[in-house]
């Protein structure tokens, strides 16, 4: 950290800290402040990293990355269980490939920008290698490598962007992608349906609250462009400056496209009365939406635009990440906070926006992609193309693990680590061998079970960490009860105890366990 | 690919092809013959990835990395199902740390040796960083970092060394390492013993043949070495020497202990008594082989040696990955191939070594590394070093893989990459809609459920796609079926078909997938 940005840290906790006096003094939400202050010491442990950073060797993380813990691993393993369930109920296969590419491989596909933040590995002599920057390049190759013109697979793994970091709101320069993708000549909206219904099924599953999905087609866009004068090479650009609509008013978007990217007023005028069709009829439906549209002239006519009609319904306003898409494109957003989540601590990309709004999930086909790597086949002068039609979506499951996070904290829920079930104490000393083999015997009989790693631990210890851990039930060893054959079952909540014949314990202990 | 390495493969080729046809000739077993054909054709495939190279832009993995495709997938994820399950049955819980560390963290970690495989971000301003080498690293610095003075932790992810790759064989630049650790001040052998129990708990459940356990000491090799002339800075360099004991044989470690470590023959054939005990002594067991050592008068005055004895049973010749550890160290050895396995294409190490034979787990205590990253604390002249003993056990994933890989190979098991129950198939056209429809019913009941993604699929077509997917039912739309409300539910096995009212279809479903 460098010394602007521990002062920006220093400056924002100041700011945390005055609000948290000013909520307390109107008597706020006892839930609200605690979140408040949780939210205040997440970010002076940063400084704390900060400050030392200033002096000598320094224990961290590298700029932009951070370590899960044991608590977030249980959130993200929860949510990616929910994504897991509904790719492998929909046949999805998996894959992996590896963490770096060719730097060629990656070369021109993510734009200028895009390009200028690929980790590069240094020349230690042999090839040239860059860090993943998504798997959807990497899926491309694998496809055209191997010579795979049909799967439907999914893959989890982390990518890297050299982005300038913004922790305290998320956004880092390691982070794990999600995505789902269907590659075969197969017909059109039927692919692009089940990764809507997957979409459907994972966040309505995840419940975080209301969500609406966009649709769009590369063609529509193209052909309002078309109408509006924009010329195909200004195709990108101007997506980029419409993109930027669900965030910033239309008078800003309107002087951009003009001073930066040369369009005439009269460009704009024509091409706001497009896209912002919804912002003004919020009630319409898709279809007469549609065919508001088509009463346009310059859209009728236009045989792109036509086509996309015929492909899809739609919202005009959405125009993102079109760099290789060619068809149908959507996103899933999410319109509110969840009630009572307003930490800005996580998981957040845009300045001020509390947890939970935003863009939770996009994609949409891209048929040309995997044909880029092929290239022509044939023999001169009768070259074909072989194309690998594909339709995906992405799920923005950093953002998907903020949400939970926030939610559980406001919940008040207690995340679980480690899933023991019973914990082998003992009461007396020189019990050691009697527990290890009850451990034994109920692992052998796939038990989740702990012990002491101490010779002669202390009961009370014992039972205060099967509290902290939430654990169920406790064995407790003792000698007149090993004599007599039977052992002590207590179950840590309620504190009740009973004596159980160890010859029937694992039935017992497995029929308590069943009706938790 | 360099012409060498090209050369090498061709002519690995021709030797296979040979041994085939010599197979053949002798009509040996036809499944050995199958297995070995299958290896051939992976070399062939490397070949011509190789050659490619030659020319123009070619498409493939990094030297040294693979993708891993799904049946590979489907293979590790089971091997990963019972390792994990194992590390949750023990209470561990997780954690994820970044794919790089900052190179300072690494460096002096991994000796001469190592350090040079370690793989470096280029700089591209900002921090120097670096790939993880091992899990074990990240793991210290991550307590060390967050002052957890205690954790029972496992960690499932990939490595990076810039080591000379030998794909046929296994030896990747990228692989997996699956770490179980238990950091905190215990009392010793519970923590080691609780790492064993999970050794015997994975390699049982795995089904991969027999396997022992190799255990030793740090102090019993220091005792050992001293009371032969090696001085303590000889010690890793002593103990590399040993380590190859199993590997090759005793006069050549002797000859190396002389002629490259400095030893005299005096020192060598005393070092021979204690090392070699287990190999004039196959039988003896562990206790009776400590009594044996004992009566050398050298060791049993040896302080050292006895606190060593004190504290386990042991194989003198075990003396591996030393670096860092301080006290029992242990490694589990397949010494046997699975009958029928002797692939060379996957997973060994060893030039000539059948898949299946050598470690697939070890690990030790080492109770300095964390403190190593902590330094002394307190003010000067009453520094305090604080520990953070800890004690693990690494599993050789790769290896498990690649067995498992050979054993399914073995016994024609077939791997199912998706877990599909039931695919909706149509028997007429224009009946998208109602198999649309039918899917979305199956999915939101939690059915896994599949679809053709045409419009009209022949029937063939769909049902050809289940039996080669193993995919167990088909649910057959028809106008006629519909009509009287049921659907024809059809065995892909056996072929037995059925009529079933829409009604009760769910239920019905759900009871034929559990006899399964």
């Not at 770096?100 to 390009?115: I, P, S």
């Not at 001169?380 to 594909?390: A, L, M, N, S, W």
Request: with cysteine; hydrophobic share 40%; proline share 3%.
């Amino acid at each position: 950290m460098d010394e602007a940005e521990l002062k920006v840290l220093q400056e924002e906790i100041k700011a945390m800290g005055d609000e948290i006096r000013s909520l307390k003094t109107e008597k706020a939400d006892p839930t609200l402040i605690k979140a408040k202050i949780a939210a205040m010491l997440e970010k002076k442990k940063l400084l704390g990293d900060g400050q030392a950073d200033q002096g000598k060797f320094v224990l961290k993380t590298p700029k932009g990355t951070r370590d899960y813990g044991p608590k977030s691993m249980a959130v993200r393993e929860s949510v990616l269980k929910v994504v897991v369930d509904a790719f492998k109920r929909h046949g999805a296969e998996t894959i992996d490939t590896p963490v770096f590419e060719l730097r060629d491989v990656l070369m021109g596909k993510y734009g200028e920008e895009g390009g200028k933040l690929v980790y590069d590995l240094q020349d230690q002599g042999g090839e040239l290698l860059s860090l993943r920057y998504d798997l959807t390049v990497p899926f491309a190759r694998y496809l055209a490598m191997n010579k795979i013109s049909n799967i439907k697979r999914y893959h989890i793994a982390k990518v890297y962007r050299r982005d300038q970091p913004v922790m305290t709101r998320g956004r880092y320069r390691e982070f794990y992608q999600c995505d789902f993708d269907i590659a075969g000549q197969y017909d059109l909206m039927i692919p692009e349906a089940e990764c809507l219904k997957i979409v459907d099924e994972v966040l309505s599953k995840l419940e975080i609250g209301e969500f609406f999905v966009k649709l769009n087609h590369r063609y529509l866009l193209e052909g309002m462009f078309a109408a509006c004068g924009a010329g195909a090479d200004q195709f990108k650009t101007v997506c980029s400056s419409i993109d930027k609509l669900d965030k910033v008013p239309w008078c800003e978007v309107e002087e951009e496209l003009i001073k930066e990217k040369g369009l005439t007023k009269e460009n704009t005028e024509k091409l706001g009365q497009f896209v912002r069709l919804r912002e003004f009829n919020p009630s319409m439906d898709s279809l007469d939406l549609l065919d508001k549209l088509m009463e346009f002239e310059d859209l009728s006519k236009n045989p792109k635009f036509k086509k996309g009609v015929d492909e899809l319904k739609f919202d005009p306003s959405l125009a993102r990440g079109l760099d290789y898409y060619t068809g149908a494109i959507y996103e899933a957003v999410v319109p509110k906070a969840l009630e009572g989540v307003s930490l800005e601590a996580n998981g957040e990309e845009q300045k001020g926006l509390p947890v939970g709004v935003g863009s939770v999930a996009a994609g949409g086909r891209y048929d040309e992609l995997v044909g880029n790597f092929i290239g022509p086949t044939g023999s001169k002068g009768k070259e074909k193309r072989q194309d690998v039609p594909c339709v995906g979506v992405s799920f923005g499951i950093e953002r998907l693990f903020a949400i939970m996070e926030a939610k559980m904290q406001i919940e008040q829920m207690q995340v679980r680590t480690t899933e023991t079930q019973v914990f082998i104490a003992s009461a007396q000393k020189n019990l050691l061998q009697e527990r290890m083999k009850l451990c034994g015997q109920l692992w052998n009989e796939g038990f989740k079970v702990e012990m002491a790693y101490k010779a002669n631990p202390k009961l009370l210890t014992q039972l205060q960490y099967c509290e902290d851990r939430l654990i169920p039930y406790v064995l407790i060893v003792g000698e007149r009860e090993l004599q007599e054959g039977v052992i002590k079952l207590r179950n840590v909540k309620t504190r009740e105890e009973q004596d159980v014949p160890l010859a029937k314990l694992a039935d017992i202990l497995r029929s308590h366990l069943n009706s938790l």
